[in-house]
T-cell receptor
Framework: GQQVQQSPASLVLQEGENAELQCNFS?????MQWFYQRPGGSLVSLFY???GTKQSGRLTSTTVIKERRSSLHISSSQTTDSGTYLC????????????FGQGTILKVYL | DPKIIQKPKYLVAVTGSEKILICEQY?????MYWYRQSAKKPLEFMFS???????DNQTASSRFQPQSSKKNHLDLQITALKPDDSATYFC?????????????FGPGTRLTVL
């Protein structure tokens, strides 16, 4: 079965609204990352967050290892936030293989 | 300056031909990876290399062969190309050591097989 479940699959927001993206893992994990995939396809690492909470500007990532989940919160969304958000887990002890979710497609309009 | 270079950005090939995808990283990392993103599928892990040695191979087909001529290079040779090989191929790198490390991705090579 799929090891990484992302929700929602898609999300439409008006600019200024907040977004909460979820990632659930079916196995124990050693680390996880959140990525933003630009419409052109390139990947930007947003957070490397094995556990706890990390914040960068309007983005906050929270990973709860024992509950096998991670979330990405986007506050005061902007049109430039539109794109695909991917989470990926690594279940290996040596940090060598990321398993990706299907992604959340975010559309922010004015 | 880009820290991970992938060449070419776009590639069109005919069925049965052979192509090499180039990846160079200038982050000083010791581990390098290849991932593939096909249409409507999640990004999937293909290979990992550490200090120029193969660590993990999740690609069933021997048509896919990584080649590491230098510590910061990991090319991907694909032989006998098929239309199903059409995808964007991403190279990534990370520091190596015990425990997990953040992986950094290149811009990708979009391969189309006709």
């Amino acid at each position: 079965g799929q090891q990484v479940q992302q929700s929602p699959a898609s999300l439409v927001l008006q600019e200024g609204e907040n977004a909460e993206l979820q990632c659930n893992f079916s196995t124990s994990l050693n680390s996880m990352q959140w990525f933003y995939q630009r419409p052109g396809g390139s990947l930007v690492s947003l957070f490397y967050n094995p556990s706890g909470t990390k914040q960068s500007g309007r983005l906050t990532s929270t990973t709860v290892i024992k509950e096998r989940r991670s979330s990405l919160h986007i506050s005061s969304s902007q049109t430039t936030d539109s794109g695909t958000y991917l989470c990926a887990m690594d279940a290996t002890s040596s940090g060598q293989k990321l398993v990706f979710g299907q992604g959340t497609i975010l559309k922010v309009y004015l | 300056d880009p820290k991970i270079i992938q060449k070419p950005k776009y590639l069109v090939a005919v069925t049965g031909s052979e192509k090499i995808l180039i990846c160079e990283q200038y982050l000083g990392h010791n581990a390098m990876y290849w991932y593939r993103q096909s249409a409507k599928k999640p990004l999937e892990f293909m290979f990992s290399y550490s200090y120029q040695k193969l660590m993990d191979n999740q690609t069933a087909s021997s048509r896919f062969q990584p080649q590491s001529s230098k510590k910061n290079h990991l090319d991907l040779q694909i032989t006998a190309l098929k239309p199903d090989d059409s995808a964007t191929y991403f190279c990534a790198s990370s520091p190596m050591g015990l425990g997990g490390h953040e992986q950094y991705f290149g811009p990708g090579t979009r391969l189309t097989v006709l």
